[in-house]
């Protein structure tokens, strides 16, 4: 019988926080469900990640308080915001 949750395995969720112990829990939590996690620390490079692949992220879970950037200071941040 096929595993339904390999299906998955080409969509992918973005985990992004700077702390490294919730990154490894995402990650488990991730690959249970039977996804490809993708983690990131920064947020810079998480916005790249996006542009990068759009088609294939298909969920982003994300630090609310991350160091770095803030979205008055990124204009690419805040259009982030505009879309939701």
């Known amino acids: 019988m096929e ?3 390999a299906k998955n395995l080409d969509l992918k969720v973005l985990c992004v926080d700077d702390e490294l112990d919730i990154l490894e829990l995402y990650r488990d ?3 249970q469900a039977g996804f490809t996690p993708i983690l ?8 790249d990640a996006i542009k990068t692949d759009l088609r ?3 969920l982003v879970i994300s ?4 160091a770095g950037p803030t979205s008055a200071k990124r ?10």
């Open 3 to 5: 595993n339904p949750s």
């Open 40 to 47: 990131m620390q920064d947020s810079t490079a998480a916005i």
């Open 56 to 58: 294939s992220i298909v």
């Open 29 to 31: 939590l991730v690959l």
């Open 75 to 84: 204009p690419d941040v805040a259009a982030c915001a505009d879309h939701q």
């Open 63 to 66: 630090d609310y308080r991350l």
